[in-house]
């Protein structure tokens, strides 16, 4: 241990709210404190309306396409001769990921707040064309960060997001991903703070993000739980999730987070190797820092420069981890495994042939730790899986990676 | 060291240590202090300067491809005590360097090193207490920044643990130059008047003769950043010391210039 790092997870975590154990907190530059603090007053005051609340549910339920089906994947279930396999099916959600529940919310909030003017990051661009949708829906000027590497990867994604009115903005520093993206956001919020709220993807940031982007995504854990009690009238042995930042699977594992007998999966990008620089897998490799707002794990150098960071999927391909992860992390309330590359594609063939469901390759990587799980368990025991988002944006990846041209 | 600032307004300059080298950091560091810059923040490199604009992140990224370590500026810092005793030595950095070097043994050899204050730029007051602990148990000023979003609460908590000098940001936005000066500082720095006595800095966006004159009808100080770091790049390491300090000597003008009923304190 660094004591630096002891130092502060010792700093007063009663005097600022959005601590998850030693975790969160707010380490920002002085010109956004009063954003942060405006912004966090707005959410708990939208809480308590219950016209938000009418406003919001509406439109996830007529607009987004909530609730979402909890699939039972008979034929990948066979397929792995173990666990029986549920598909919680957030990938048939409006623009195709988890992302526009949290968009959605946060519109309607900087709409409360009275701002015009939206920005955001975004890694493989699902939460830029959630955020451009938004924008759309409720007439706001939207500007969408992103690396032009992920600009390359996710071109589709830049396409719509043009499409629907949002100007992309790439952005060549670092690693041209999702961190820097990021980075630029930060510049340009701190820039037009007082006219434009920043529509942050993750449960990442300062607070009071990532308990924000958590509550608009507890919903997925919500329904699950319903849903699994209706048609199995027990809990599952596990719910498995992706994890970049952690908002799929913060959501998916909020609401059974006190159900003790569930185990917690989330599973990071193994990119294609162990080394720094070649993975995004904070667990293995991190160690508490600040990054960007937050104290959580970071893949970070000795003098506390931050790493480069692969993967095959964007949206996984990230430096830090949200806040509560660090915390179910240590607490051990929660596990944390890794996917490599070729995992993930291996796991995106296998589902898209078992179940003729193309998951997105950030999703991929939750469905190679069910694929390695499943049959290590009985028949009797459940596994929920969170289908984050779909696979049509990385056909341009999947293409390349799998051959399938001239392939049959 | 006190922080002094011997002429109204007084001048810091900052530096990224280590671009493009750290001998030119050095020289370039001397150079400043001998054409009248009261005291300079030497900035520790960090891969996301999210709070910087183009100039110092490119600055930034040249400094940590050469090596540049926390442990290197603090080297610097040690070097240049001895060699200008008056000097004051700020040490200005993203937290996370800060974090992982370990706040107490940084603050040790910090003061070791002589260094006066330490700026971090994404530590807020409210996540402070421990920070303020390390640095006063060593003597080390802890400078703040405030900014013209700040409101009168804020400005109040910041100016009771502030030391040294308060920096204002002169506008909203990121580090770089700009061709005049926000209003929005002056009507800062007259509300953090309120709260403290000790000297106030204008920061972010001051970067000509011109800037610097404004800045002292209302302030005590400037920071000129960007400006300096720019002028580096361009002329490169063997003009990069008489070069600074031709321009730090053509900011005097405006020093002298300024109106010191106005900016006693």
Redesign the interface.
């Given at each position: 241990m660094v004591s630096g790092m002891e130092t502060l997870s010792e700093t007063t975590p009663q005097q600022v709210a959005g601590r998850f154990g030693a975790y969160g907190g707010r380490y920002v530059p002085e010109t956004l404190m009063a954003a942060l603090e405006e912004l966090e007053h707005a959410y708990a005051e939208a809480q308590k309306n219950p016209a938000f609340h009418a406003r919001l549910d509406d439109l996830l339920h007529n607009y987004a396409g909530r609730p979402t089906p909890l699939y039972h994947a008979a034929r990948l279930t066979e397929h792995l001769g173990g666990a029986k396999i549920y598909l919680k099916r957030e990938d048939l959600l409006h623009t195709g990921a988890h992302k526009i529940n949290n968009c959605i919310g946060q519109g309607l909030l900087a709409q409360r707040m009275g701002k015009q003017r939206i920005i955001a990051e975004t890694g493989a661009g699902q939460h830029g064309v959630a955020t451009a949708t938004v924008c759309a829906l409720l007439g706001m000027e939207c500007v969408v960060y992103m690396g032009e590497e992920d600009m390359q990867r996710q071109e589709l994604n830049v396409l719509r997001m043009r499409l629907l009115g949002a100007e992309v903005r790439g952005v060549s520093s670092g690693s041209k991903t999702l961190k820097d993206a990021i980075n630029e956001a930060m510049r340009d919020w701190v820039t037009n703070v007082r006219t434009t709220h920043y529509l942050l993807g993750s449960v990442l940031g300062a607070h009071p993000y990532p308990m924000m982007v958590r509550d608009f995504h507890r919903v997925i854990s919500k329904e699950a739980k319903r849903q699994i009690l209706e048609k199995e009238n027990r809990l599952p042995s596990a719910i498995i999730a992706c994890v970049g930042g952690g908002s799929n699977a913060i959501g998916a594992f909020y609401e059974f987070i006190p159900e003790k007998d569930v185990r917690l999966i989330g599973v990071e990008a193994g990119g294609n190797g162990t080394t720094l620089g070649m993975h995004a897998a904070r667990f293995r490799g991190g160690s508490p820092g600040v990054l960007q707002g937050t104290y959580s794990y970071v893949l970070q150098d000795d003098d506390g420069q931050v790493a480069l960071t692969h993967s095959v999927s964007a949206g996984l391909d990230y430096a830090s981890i949200g806040p509560e992860h660090a915390a179910l992390h240590d607490s051990g309330r929660a596990e944390y495994t890794l996917a490599t590359d070729e995992q993930a594609l291996e796991a995106t063939v296998t589902l898209a042939r078992t179940e003729g469901i193309l998951p997105a390759l950030e999703s991929a990587h939750a469905v190679a730790e069910c694929i390695r799980l499943a049959p290590t368990l009985g028949q009797h025991e459940i596994l929920v899986v969170n289908l984050s988002g779909r696979g049509d944006k990385d056909m341009g990846i999947l293409a390349r990676e799998l051959k399938l041209k001239g392939a049959r | 060291m006190p922080i002094r600032f011997e002429q109204k307004p007084g001048l810091v300059v900052y530096l990224t240590v280590g671009d493009p080298d750290l001998e030119t950091t050095h020289k370039v560091a001397l150079a400043a202090l001998d054409a009248g810059a009261d005291v300079l923040e030497l900035g520790v490199p960090?891969?996301?300067?999210?709070?910087?604009?183009p100039v110092i992140?490119a600055a930034s990224?040249r400094a940590?491809k050469a090596g540049t370590?926390?442990s290197d500026v603090l080297a610097l810092a040690k070097e240049l005590r001895r060699e200008r005793p008056q000097a004051g030595l700020v040490v200005f950095s993203?937290?996370?360097?800060?974090?992982?070097?370990?706040?107490?043994?940084?603050c040790t050899d910090a003061e070791d090193a002589g260094v006066d204050g330490v700026l971090a730029?994404?530590?807020?007051v409210?996540?402070?207490?421990?920070?303020l602990e390390?640095l006063r148990r060593h003597k080390l000023k802890p400078i703040?920044?405030?900014?013209?979003?700040?409101?009168d609460e804020?400005l109040k908590k910041?100016a009771a643990v502030t030391d040294g000098f308060v920096y204002a940001?002169s506008r909203?936005?990121?580090t770089g130059t700009q061709s005049s000066l926000a209003a929005d500082a002056a009507g800062l720095v007259e509300r953090v008047r309120k709260y403290t006595k000790l000297p106030v800095a204008v920061g972010f966006g001051v970067s000509n003769a011109g800037h610097v004159a404004d800045v002292g009808r209302f302030a005590d100080a400037a920071v000129i950043g960007s400006a300096i770091v720019a002028t580096i790049e361009k002329v490169g390491r063997a003009e990069a010391p008489s070069s600074i300090a031709r321009f730090i000597e053509g900011l005097r003008p405006a020093v002298s210039a300024a109106d010191p009923a106005v900016s006693q304190k």
């Open positions: - | 960090f891969s996301d300067p999210l709070a910087d604009g992140q990224e940590l370590k926390l993203y937290l996370n360097p800060l974090l992982r070097y370990g706040v107490e043994r940084f730029t994404d530590m807020i409210e996540e402070a207490a421990e920070y390390h703040f920044l405030v900014a013209p979003t700040s409101p804020r910041i940001i909203v936005g990121i």
